[in-house]
């Protein structure tokens, strides 16, 4: 069987390596954020090119304590899309504001900035751009956006680790960016895990004193906070893997180039290659109005492909009335949600299960 991610086949080679790592928290005086956590953030940081990294809990945090941070406050309004994990929207309900979602591009699937300027309101905040699938978001025009309205600009960078936009890492272009260690993330821990990073040092603080209940370095809470702080045992495992993220990433691109090659000719919409972008490919996302039947076709012979996402946020009945949608709705995203199919993509698949994929997906299409 062939899945969309898998884990194991990322932590089996490196297990060795792995229980040497735990050994060292094992051994530390320091459990909680000691040694491996600050070393992670450091080695962190300068790999997004950013100032400074925390680490949190989950990506969910690190997006909730860095709209925070950056003075989100209930009754605020926040603007980003339904088309994206639901975290996304979950964290901004966290923090009180209400989220505003707006639609995607059809090519990029990832925030309009059209579509972001029509829902700015005197209670907009910030705006919340998703990487989605690994595939940046258009920055240049978010940055002009937000700069022309007063806004902050969050990235949630859980699907794109080592992306870059115009040769910079996602993660550094805004005014703060949101990672998740997930295990099925491009840098995945073995359990939950996230960081904020970040090229203002005020910000930095306030992230820093937002994880451990609003303490300063006294231990006097300056504002009220979070318990969210990124496991010893995580840092360590992570420390390991992010020297690996690039060569881990390129792998994914050559997966992604041989999908694009040799899917070229069905009906199948493929992802986008932006100019300008370098894309993580976190996911391979294909559009067919056969979506269904293609899953199953699939299944059948072993492949089992996903979607990502069957619900936007906002059909979801938990937020459907919490959140708040334009006049003419989301026609993109409601398109988007019936169409898509996410094929197995990750660094460690092999040839022949890569030419499995293809085979099941070429069949499918020239069974006639």
Same mark, same amino acid.
């Given at each position: 069987?062939?899945?969309?991610?898998?884990?194991?086949?990322?932590?089996?080679?490196?297990?060795?390596a792995i229980l040497e790592a735990?050994?060292?928290?094992?051994?530390?005086?320091?459990?909680?954020?000691?040694?491996?956590?600050?070393?992670?953030?450091?080695?962190?940081?300068?790999?997004?090119?950013?100032g400074h990294c925390i680490g949190?809990?989950?990506?969910?945090?690190?997006?909730?304590?860095? !709209?925070?941070?950056?003075?989100?406050?209930?009754?605020?309004?926040?603007?980003?899309?339904?088309?994206?994990?639901?975290?996304?929207?979950?964290?901004?309900?966290?923090?009180?504001?209400?989220?505003?979602?707006?639609?995607?591009?059809?090519?990029t699937r990832t925030i309009s900035?059209?579509?972001?300027?029509?829902?700015?309101?005197?209670?907009?905040?910030?705006?919340?751009?998703?990487?989605?699938?690994?595939?940046?978001?258009?920055?240049?025009?978010?940055?002009?956006?937000?700069?022309?309205?007063?806004?902050?600009?969050?990235?949630?960078?859980?699907?794109?680790?080592?992306?870059?936009?115009?040769?910079?890492?996602?993660?550094?272009?805004?005014?703060?960016?949101?990672?998740?260690?997930?295990?099925?993330?491009?840098?995945?821990?073995?359990?939950? +895990?996230?960081?904020?990073?970040?090229?203002?040092?005020?910000?930095?603080?306030?992230?820093?004193?937002?994880?451990?209940?609003?303490? #300063?370095?006294?231990?006097?809470?300056?504002?009220?906070?979070?318990?969210?702080?990124?496991?010893?045992?995580?840092?360590?495992?992570?420390?390991?893997?992010?020297?690996?993220?690039?060569?881990?990433?390129?792998?994914?691109?050559?997966?992604?180039?041989?999908?694009?090659? #040799?899917?070229?000719?069905? #009906?199948?919409?493929?992802?986008?290659?932006?100019?300008?972008?370098?894309?993580?490919?976190?996911?391979?996302?294909?559009?067919?109005?056969?979506?269904?039947?293609?899953?199953?076709?699939?299944?059948?012979?072993?492949?089992?492909?996903?979607?990502?996402?069957?619900?936007?946020?906002?059909?979801?009945?938990?937020?459907?009335?919490?959140?708040?949608?334009?006049? +003419?709705? !989301?026609?993109?995203?409601?398109?988007?949600?019936?169409?898509? !199919?996410?094929?197995?993509?990750?660094?460690?698949?092999?040839?022949?299960?890569?030419?499995?994929?293809?085979?099941?997906?070429?069949?499918?299409?020239?069974?006639?």
């Amino acid at each position: 069987m062939i899945l969309c991610s898998y884990p194991p086949a990322q932590n089996r080679p490196r297990r060795q390596a792995i229980l040497e790592a735990l050994a060292r928290v094992v051994d530390a005086e320091i459990c909680i954020l000691g040694r491996e956590v600050a070393a992670f953030e450091l080695e962190m940081a300068a790999h997004t090119g950013t100032g400074h990294c925390i680490g949190v809990n989950s990506g969910t945090d690190a997006l909730v304590l860095g !709209l925070q941070a950056l003075g989100v406050e209930p009754g605020d309004e926040v603007v980003t899309v339904s088309h994206t994990a639901l975290a996304t929207v979950a964290a901004v309900t966290l923090t009180g504001a209400v989220p505003v979602l707006v639609d995607v591009d059809p090519a990029t699937r990832t925030i309009s900035p059209q579509a972001a300027r029509a829902a700015i309101t005197p209670k907009t905040k910030a705006i919340v751009a998703v990487h989605l699938y690994g595939q940046p978001c258009d920055m240049d025009a978010l940055l002009a956006l937000c700069r022309e309205h007063g806004l902050a600009l969050v990235e949630d960078c859980a699907q794109a680790q080592g992306a870059r936009h115009q040769g910079r890492r996602v993660g550094s272009i805004g005014d703060v960016g949101c990672f998740s260690f997930y295990p099925t993330k491009n840098l995945g821990a073995i359990g939950d +895990g996230g960081a904020v990073t970040t090229n203002d040092p005020q910000v930095a603080e306030r992230v820093r004193q937002l994880r451990q209940y609003g303490w #300063d370095d006294e231990r006097v809470s300056r504002r009220p906070g979070h318990n969210s702080r990124l496991d010893e045992m995580q840092a360590a495992i992570l420390r390991l893997k992010l020297p690996d993220l690039d060569a881990d990433n390129a792998r994914r691109a050559a997966v992604s180039e041989r999908y694009n090659r #040799d899917l070229a000719s069905l #009906d199948l919409t493929l992802p986008p290659v932006v100019a300008g972008t370098e894309a993580a490919h976190h996911l391979y996302v294909v559009e067919t109005g056969t979506r269904d039947a293609l899953k199953t076709h699939l299944a059948q012979r072993g492949v089992m492909a996903g979607i990502h996402y069957a619900l936007p946020a906002h059909a979801n009945p938990g937020y459907a009335d919490i959140v708040r949608l334009p006049p +003419g709705g !989301l026609p993109v995203t409601e398109a988007l949600v019936g169409r898509i !199919l996410t094929l197995p993509i990750y660094p460690e698949l092999t040839e022949a299960e890569i030419s499995a994929v293809i085979g099941g997906v070429t069949s499918f299409f020239r069974k006639d």
